[in-house]
């Protein structure tokens, strides 16, 4: 296959009646999928929307955003997910930088939009699926329009999708995905899962606009004819009730997920012995939450690694073999591994230095932003911005990201390290670790803490805990206790919490 839209044609021949997208309200089958698709491929191509387009997806986890992914495929348009959390300085942002021709929002979204959509000169449409029936409404006109299209053929090369960031170092950069670096990946995930064609359910709570919603996620599920229950948004006792409700066999979730998952289960009212395939990735997971999830499933939960630019997971803990306690794994597939110093010279096993992630997966750099594409993309990869090392067997093990290591008098200190020391105790039910200013030793670290339902725990406690496991120039300086943690994708922002603690301000994270 040389291009995404082919995969979405062998599937329908291979499997058309099986469901492939499952939600509280409407399941659609691979061959009605396909349908929606070519009706809104039809649209854009009668308003002047073709192929190299830009076409905005301002739209939350729904199926409508799974069918314009694929409509842009068949098309032979560039799609554009945007965070249905984005508002106007994100969205001009994305919008002027692209040159987007149309962008497609619904009910929820459409309002923050349709303020500044005459700001772009370049908008020539705007999509809105309101639901209310008028002529204007997306969904009235899918239901007008033909159900057959003519796929576009596109080359390996051409770009498949641009994922913007979220912006935490400056406004966000658009990740430009080309078909063959996906299509690598997703052969590459299909293959190390161990997945059964047509016979995978995957219950997916993670956020569509995201390159682990949509790209690990959504169109690995496609790729596999395989079935995915979509949830909106995160809600702990909903993705529980789904997984037994509907089989899952699948789920792949971040690190806070698994957190959620574990400290909420219930034996009375939950079972998890469907999951087969169970992943996480976006940053390390405390090895604790891995054993406790482990028991209740019965299901190995396998670690991963990647990015949004390597198009997926790139390294994987073997799902049958050696398994090393806090390793990623190793690289799958066409990917490679070289971990750096600051001179960019290849270290020795068991160093720690910048991890490059290399292969046919990666990215073609970002979206017309020569710039940072000349300090992210070398000849050997992609630079993660990760700290790690590689043993001597090859496996991976990351460290921290480098961004997140905290300098106190000298000393590197890992917040990884001392989060996955707090989630032993049985008072913390979610932790951040992060570095705030300190006139003597320059940074110093400083945890913030969600405390278990019923549990009652002071500082004092949790430092107590902490010195038994940690060096003392490790241990937290100050322990805050809050209600919510700020979250983004289900990831914790600890941008959010620094700029929180900077301002003496944690209370906006505590219930009145």
Same mark, same amino acid.
């Given at each position: 296959?040389?291009?995404?839209?082919?995969?979405?044609?062998?599937? *329908?021949?291979? %499997?058309?009646?099986? #469901?492939?997208?499952?939600?509280?309200?409407?399941?659609?089958?691979?061959?009605? /999928?396909?349908?929606?698709?070519?009706?809104?491929?039809?649209?854009?191509?009668?308003?002047?929307?073709?192929?190299?387009?830009?076409?905005?997806?301002?739209?939350?986890?729904?199926?409508?955003?799974?069918?314009?992914?694929?409509?842009?495929?068949?098309?032979?348009?560039? #799609?554009?997910?945007?965070?249905?959390?984005?508002?106007?300085?994100?969205?001009?942002?994305?919008?002027?930088?692209?040159?987007?021709?149309?962008?497609?929002? $619904?009910?929820?979204?459409?309002?923050?939009?349709?303020?500044?959509?005459?700001?772009?000169?370049?908008?020539?449409?705007?999509?809105?699926?309101?639901?209310?029936?008028?002529?204007?409404?997306?969904?009235?006109?899918?239901?007008?329009?033909?159900?057959? /299209?003519?796929?576009?053929? +596109?080359?390996?090369?051409?770009?498949?999708?641009?994922?913007?960031?979220?912006?935490?170092?400056?406004?966000?950069?658009?990740?430009?995905?080309?078909?063959?670096?996906?299509?690598?990946?997703?052969?590459?995930?299909?293959?190390?899962?161990?997945?059964? /064609?047509?016979?995978?359910?995957? *219950?997916?709570?993670?956020?569509?606009?995201?390159? =682990?919603? !949509?790209?690990?996620?959504?169109?690995?599920?496609?790729?596999?004819?395989?079935?995915?229950?979509?949830?909106?948004?995160?809600?702990?006792?909903?993705?529980?009730?789904?997984?037994?409700?509907?089989?899952?066999?699948? =789920?792949?979730?971040?690190?806070?997920?698994?957190?959620?998952?574990?400290?909420?289960?219930?034996? &009375?009212?939950?079972?998890?012995?469907?999951?087969?395939?169970?992943?996480?990735?976006?940053?390390?997971?405390?090895?604790?939450?891995?054993?406790? =999830?482990?028991? !209740?499933?019965?299901?190995?939960?396998?670690?991963?690694?990647?990015?949004?630019?390597? +198009?997926?997971?790139?390294?994987?803990?073997?799902?049958?073999?050696?398994?090393?306690?806090?390793?990623?794994?190793?690289?799958?597939?066409?990917?490679?591994?070289?971990?750096?110093?600051?001179?960019?010279?290849?270290?020795? #096993?068991?160093?720690?230095?910048?991890?490059?992630?290399?292969?046919?997966?990666?990215? &073609?750099?970002?979206?017309?932003?020569?710039?940072?594409?000349?300090?992210?993309?070398?000849?050997?990869?992609?630079?993660?911005?990760?700290?790690?090392?590689?043993?001597? $067997?090859?496996?991976?093990?990351?460290?921290?990201?480098?961004?997140?290591?905290?300098?106190?008098?000298?000393?590197?200190?890992?917040?990884?390290? @001392?989060?996955?020391?707090?989630?032993?105790?049985?008072?913390?039910?979610?932790?951040?670790?992060?570095?705030?200013?300190?006139?003597?030793?320059?940074?110093? #670290? %400083?945890? %913030?803490?969600?405390?278990?339902?019923?549990? *009652?725990?002071?500082?004092?406690?949790?430092?107590?805990?902490?010195?038994?496991?940690?060096?003392?120039?490790? %241990?937290?300086?100050? /322990?805050?206790? @809050?209600?919510?943690?700020?979250?983004?994708?289900?990831?914790?922002?600890?941008?959010?919490?620094?700029?929180?603690?900077?301002?003496?301000?944690?209370?906006?994270?505590?219930?009145?």
């Amino acid at each position: 296959m040389d291009y995404l839209s082919q995969i979405l044609a062998s599937t *329908v021949r291979r %499997v058309p009646s099986r #469901p492939f997208i499952v939600t509280d309200t409407q399941t659609l089958t691979y061959a009605e /999928f396909a349908a929606q698709t070519a009706q809104l491929a039809a649209i854009l191509r009668q308003r002047g929307i073709g192929k190299g387009d830009r076409v905005g997806l301002y739209l939350p986890s729904t199926p409508l955003m799974a069918v314009a992914f694929w409509a842009c495929q068949r098309l032979g348009a560039i #799609p554009a997910p945007i965070s249905a959390m984005f508002r106007h300085a994100e969205l001009r942002t994305i919008i002027a930088h692209t040159a987007m021709k149309a962008v497609i929002a $619904d009910a929820s979204t459409w309002s923050y939009f349709a303020e500044i959509r005459h700001e772009f000169a370049s908008l020539t449409q705007c999509l809105v699926a309101t639901g209310d029936g008028s002529g204007d409404d997306l969904v009235a006109l899918m239901a007008a329009a033909p159900k057959q /299209f003519e796929d576009v053929a +596109c080359e390996p090369g051409d770009i498949a999708c641009l994922f913007f960031t979220s912006g935490t170092t400056g406004s966000p950069k658009g990740t430009a995905q080309p078909h063959a670096s996906i299509l690598s990946t997703l052969r590459d995930m299909f293959v190390s899962h161990r997945n059964r /064609f047509g016979r995978e359910v995957y *219950v997916c709570a993670v956020p569509l606009f995201t390159n =682990f919603g !949509l790209n690990v996620t959504l169109n690995l599920c496609l790729f596999g004819g395989g079935t995915i229950v979509l949830h909106e948004r995160w809600d702990t006792q909903r993705v529980l009730t789904d997984i037994e409700r509907h089989g899952g066999t699948y =789920f792949g979730g971040t690190p806070t997920m698994y957190v959620y998952i574990v400290n909420e289960f219930d034996p &009375a009212r939950h079972d998890l012995t469907s999951l087969r395939i169970c992943t996480t990735g976006g940053a390390p997971v405390p090895q604790s939450v891995i054993q406790r =999830f482990e028991q !209740l499933s019965g299901a190995r939960v396998t670690q991963v690694y990647g990015s949004t630019e390597t +198009c997926g997971q790139n390294v994987m803990e073997p799902t049958l073999g050696v398994r090393k306690r806090g390793s990623a794994g190793l690289p799958v597939g066409s990917s490679r591994i070289t971990v750096v110093d600051d001179h960019d010279r290849e270290v020795a #096993p068991g160093e720690i230095g910048e991890v490059i992630i290399g292969g046919d997966c990666v990215a &073609a750099g970002y979206w017309q932003n020569e710039e940072a594409t000349k300090a992210a993309f070398t000849p050997d990869g992609w630079r993660s911005g990760d700290l790690g090392y590689v043993d001597e $067997d090859g496996y991976l093990f990351i460290v921290d990201r480098k961004k997140d290591v905290i300098i106190a008098g000298g000393h590197n200190i890992y917040p990884l390290e @001392i989060e996955t020391v707090l989630y032993q105790h049985p008072a913390v039910a979610v932790c951040a670790v992060v570095g705030v200013p300190e006139e003597a030793r320059g940074e110093i #670290p %400083v945890a %913030v803490v969600v405390r278990n339902p019923g549990v *009652v725990v002071e500082a004092r406690d949790l430092e107590g805990h902490c010195r038994e496991s940690l060096a003392a120039f490790k %241990v937290p300086r100050a /322990f805050h206790f @809050i209600d919510e943690m700020p979250v983004e994708a289900a990831k914790i922002r600890k941008r959010d919490l620094v700029a929180a603690l900077r301002e003496g301000n944690l209370d906006r994270f505590r219930r009145r």
